[in-house]
Structure formats: C-alpha cells, structure tokens
Nanobody, 124 residues
Framework: QVQLVESGGGLVQAGGSLRLSCVAS????????MGWFRQAPGKDREFVAT????????YYADSVKGRFTIARDNVQNTVYLQMNSLKPEDTGLYYC?????????????????WGQGTQVTVSS
C-alpha cells in the first residue's frame, strides 16, 4: 500500500510557474514508477508526465514537453512537477500516481495508487 499526498497547486497568471510535490508513504518509494495526470472540468483524466523508478528516464505529453519537468528524490520519497510557461489550458486538478510497471506507461489504468489531487488554475 502506498499513500500519496500532492501539494503546490494554486492560482497563477499565464506565463507563470508552479512546482507541484507529491510525498509518498508506505512501501518503498523506489519500487514505483511515478506519473502525473490532470483532469479539467468536463474532460477525461489525461497523462502529463512519468518518471522511472530511479529517475533515469522521463516521458512527457506533447502538450507539456519543453515546459514541464518531472523529477524525483528517492531519499525524500517525493516526486515533483516543475511547470513553467503555464497556459490557461493547463488548468485542472493534478494527480500523482504510482505503478510497479517497469516500462514507460501513459495509461491511467496501469497506475494503482493515486493521490487526492491539487488544483492548478492559470488565468489569462
């Protein structure tokens, strides 16, 4: 069992930056690939970024590539999402999630543990 708690969301103007954090507790954090997803009102949950167990590889949705950076600290049991050059279309509830799948996976159904989400709102 893994518990995930996100923080760092808020209201920011377009072009601004935010850094999201997700702290994990329970089983060994380094056993899990971590991902960030987001959900806008009335839309499906969508993949944002994922990072491998030791942080050696990352993968991003095309919509955030070059603007967002995912990173992890396996000592602090934390995964981060640095978001720069934010756009109004980045608005949504951001979730971190954990999976024991080794390969890069963008499918929400492959992630077993989820946090409660942190709201990001980008004003134009």
């Amino acid at each position: 069992q893994v518990q995930l708690v996100e923080s760092g969301g808020g209201l920011v103007q377009a072009g601004g930056s935010l850094r999201l954090s997700c702290v994990a507790s329970g089983r060994a954090f380094s056993d899990y690939r971590m991902g960030w997803f987001r959900q806008a009102p009335g839309k499906d949950r969508e993949f944002v970024a994922t990072i491998s167990r030791i942080g050696a590889s990352t993968y991003y949705a095309d919509s955030v590539k070059g603007r967002f950076t995912i990173a992890r600290d396996n000592v602090q049991n934390t995964v981060y999402l640095q978001m720069n050059s934010l756009k109004p279309e980045d608005t949504g509830l951001y979730y971190c999630a954990a999976t024991q799948v080794l390969a890069t996976t963008t499918s929400a159904s492959r992630y077993v543990y989820w946090g409660q989400g942190t709201q990001v709102t980008v004003s134009s």
